[in-house]
């Protein structure tokens, strides 16, 4: 079935370390992507999209993500993590690559430890 | 700016109880969405409104009906809560297009006895 899996359920990096966390996503075709942060007590906030183009992209807070067809992957990645960025992170794909049935990953649960 | 409006906030419910969720946008966004969210869990969607009157089924829609009577509103009905059910109800709106940003509620809150 066509899906985003994020392998990781919970992650745990110190303060000023590098994140990586992973999403892989399972469609022919090329994907539109997205990642989404949800902060505690706090309404999910798009980080960033991906939908054609330089398959690296910037987002907000320092993120970015890198799109790879060949491994099929869409890793958000941050050089240095602060202790505000322990949220959920979820992975998004509209189903069947251009529709609007938004489909959330299960989401990562990062905690930077100080 | 905008902002999407989900009432109530908590929502407490018996078991067999008809319970109706509201979400309200001013973005004039086309499209709106209805998840849920189990403790600890992602979302997993239940309905979808590409436009007024429209309604499209999600991955969970077994026991829900929804309502989309006018562009800015989307309703949300639990056709009979379960015993012990616990979850947040997300609410979200975007443009249409699939590359657009999604747009959060707060959420409701729901407990049933």
């Known amino acids: 079935a066509q899906s985003v899996t994020q392998p990781d359920a919970r992650v745990t990096v110190s303060e000023g370390a590098s994140l990586q966390l992973r999403c892989k996503y399972s469609?022919?075709?090329?994907?539109?992507l997205f990642w989404y942060v949800q902060y505690p007590r706090q309404g999910l906030q798009l980080l960033l999209k991906y939908y054609s183009g330089d398959p690296v992209v910037q987002g907000v807070n320092g993120f970015e993500a890198e799109f790879s067809k060949s491994n099929s992957s869409f890793h958000l990645r941050k050089a240095s993590v602060h202790w505000s960025d322990s949220a959920v992170y979820f992975c998004v794909w509209p189903n069947q690559g251009g529709s609007a049935k938004l489909i959330f990953g299960e989401g990562t649960k990062l905690t930077v430890s100080s | 700016g905008g902002i999407i409006t989900q009432t109530p906030k908590f929502l407490i419910g018996q078991e067999g109880q008809k319970l109706t969720l509201k979400c309200q946008q001013n973005?004039?966004?086309?499209?709106m969405y209805w998840y849920r969210q189990d403790s600890g869990k992602g979302l997993r969607l239940i309905y979808y409104s590409i436009t007024e009157n429209d309604l499209q089924k999600g991955d969970l829609s077994e026991g829900y009906d929804a309502s989309r009577e006018k562009k800015s509103s989307f309703s949300l009905t639990v056709t009979s809560a379960q015993k012990n059910e616990m979850a947040v109800f997300l609410c979200?709106?975007?443009?249409?297009?699939?590359?657009?940003?999604?747009?959060f509620g707060a959420g409701t809150r729901l407990s049933v006895l």
């Open positions: 973005f004039n966004h086309d499209t």
């Open positions: 469609y022919s075709g090329t994907p539109y």
């Open positions: 979200a709106s975007s443009t249409g297009s699939c590359q657009n940003t999604l747009y």
